[in-house]
């Protein structure tokens, strides 16, 4: 299916397009305590970005946005330079990737981005702690870590939730729902759709619909639920659509028994 780039998600829908300006005065003026949040998002200049904060990654929050900022760029490695196409997906394209454009030439190791976002998990970092969850072994047994869950989902962040989702169906064949066992396809993009209803940026300028664009050439969606229903099969956007409803509400309840995070609820749906 037409996932983003990175695993999850991640930085690709969490930050927006913006004017290139220039970087040296843009850190100069824009200093903490600006919320290191707001700086990751409207920055034109990711590498800029890292190094500024590159000194405060003790920081947890700030580590989890320095690890998001070089996942996303080492992403988009892919899509740098391949400018061909439709005018609108070379325009997704650019938007992008030019804010990586200053690691031209530098290598983005994945174990940078492993090392800081385990730092910053260790120091009880909400976001960290959910994206670790991606980068655990797939063969790993989930109930390792199912005691952690119904905590991070409380948070109701949309990017926690988005993160866990596609941690809970990555593996699994089938995960159940209440009384229903819901194939793991489906269950991912209801995930998905649930984040996007608590406020992950999932509109037409949103990072996972420009990749959609410039990856896939699914341009013009009007978000990234209109972008999944051109392509995946009508039966299943429907059951995601439906189930999403379900999850928003166990979310808001607190009805981790319906989520399937009992005691190994899928001993039976491994793939």
């Known amino acids: 299916m037409g996932r983003s780039v990175a695993p ?16 040296r005065s843009h850190w100069a003026t824009l200093a903490l ?3 290191v949040a707001q700086s990751f998002q409207q920055a034109a200049d990711l590498r800029a970005f890292v190094e500024f904060h590159l000194e405060s990654v003790a920081n947890p929050e700030i580590a ?16 740098d330079g391949d400018r061909e196409g439709h005018w609108v997906r070379i325009a997704a394209a650019a938007a992008l990737t030019d804010p990586c454009r200053g690691f031209d030439g530098r290598v983005i190791e994945p174990r940078e981005i492993v090392s800081l976002l385990t730092t910053a998990s260790l120091g009880g970092e909400r976001h960290d702690i959910a994206r670790m969850l991606l ?10 870590v199912i005691d952690e869950i119904p905590g991070l989902l409380a948070t109701q962040d949309p990017a926690v939730v988005r ?28 995930w998905e759709l649930a984040a996007c209803d608590l406020g992950y940026a999932c509109g037409p300028a949103s990072r996972i619909v420009l990749a959609q664009c410039a990856f896939e050439g699914r341009c013009g969606a009007g978000s990234y639920e209109d972008a999944l229903m051109r392509y995946e099969r009508a039966d299943l956007m429907a059951d995601a659509q439906r189930l999403r409803s379900g999850i ?10 319906w989520l399937g995070l009992g005691s190994d609820p899928n001993s039976s749906g491994k793939l």
């Open 8 to 23: 999850g998600g991640g930085a690709l829908a969490a930050r927006h397009p913006v004017a290139r300006i220039d970087a």
């Open 33 to 35: 305590p600006r919320p």
């Open 64 to 79: 989890y946005y320095v690890s998001q900022a070089l996942e996303e760029c080492a992403a988009l490695r892919a899509l």
């Open 135 to 144: 980068f655990r072994d797939i063969a790993a047994p989930k109930a390792e």
């Open 163 to 190: 993160d866990v989702g596609a941690f809970l169906s990555k593996g699994e064949a089938v995960w159940r729902f209440g009384s229903e066992e819901v194939p793991a396809p489906t269950a991912a993009i209801a």
């Open 248 to 257: 928003v509400r166990a979310l808001r309840e607190h009805d981790w028994s």
